[in-house]
């Protein structure tokens, strides 16, 4: 089944502890991307990559990496989190080929809560 | 730069049609996307209009005017299971995947 895998679903951390959240697809999109929503705010791009080793960072980058060292996997790195990144993570993939179409497949998201 | 612009709240009756208005700017056009949410899931996909007109997929139809910056989601025979958050979004031309979400407008079905 075609799809994007997010883990963990919930995560509760403190502040200053490292966490990784895993994001791998099996469609073979070039294309994947990592959102938070916030409420009042909708979904804000933190990262995207259009392909292996290129990545570009979106509207809201602070306080995250990135890597993306296979086309299947795209981790979002919190280096050091804190309290304003408490959110809800998706991250997403489709294909660039033309005539792929331009639908955003999304995984099923992570809830973060940073105390 | 971009902005789109949803209303944020909106209620309909079952059965009942509503319509989901979204106007954007944009300095160059790749088309329009519409999402829906339910709460804490991952939204997912219900159109994509690249071209002026209305092209409707079972009780869901969208409608793109391009000259006007305006696009709405129509939906018919409502039912309580499209109580949802409704996205519209834009890819920015020249800018690879970057795509722009509006704030999304909660949708409630009432009986």
């Known amino acids: 089944e075609a799809q994007v895998t997010q883990n963990p679903r919930y995560l509760i951390t403190v502040t200053g502890k490292k966490l990784t959240v895993t994001c791998s697809q099996n469609m073979n999109h070039e294309y994947m991307s990592w959102y938070r929503q916030d409420p009042g705010l909708g979904l804000r791009q933190i990262y995207y990559s259009m392909n292996v080793e290129v990545t570009d960072k979106g509207d809201v980058p602070e306080g995250y990496k990135v890597s993306r060292k296979e086309k299947r996997n795209f981790p979002l790195i919190l280096e050091s989190p804190s309290p304003n990144q408490t959110s809800l993570y998706f991250c997403?993939?489709?294909?660039?080929?033309?005539?792929?179409?331009?639908?955003?497949?999304f995984g099923s998201g992570t809830q973060l809560s940073v105390l | 730069g971009q902005n789109i612009d949803q209303p944020t709240e909106m209620t309909a009756t079952e059965g009942a049609i509503v319509q989901i208005n979204c106007t954007y700017q944009t300095s160059g056009f790749n088309g329009l996307f519409w999402y829906q949410q339910h709460a804490g899931e991952a939204p997912t996909f219900l159109s994509y209009?690249?071209?002026?007109g209305l092209e409707e997929k079972g009780r869901f139809s969208s409608f793109l005017s391009r000259s006007k910056g305006y696009s709405y989601l129509l939906l018919k025979e409502l039912q309580m299971k499209d109580s949802a958050s409704y996205l519209c979004?834009?890819?920015?031309?020249?800018?690879?995947?970057?795509?722009?979400f509006g704030q999304g407008t909660e949708l409630s079905v009432k009986p």
């Open positions: 997403a993939s489709r294909s660039i080929r033309q005539g792929a179409g331009e639908k955003l497949f």
């Open positions: 209009n690249v071209l002026d």
């Open positions: 979004a834009l890819p920015p031309y020249n800018q690879g995947g970057k795509l722009i």
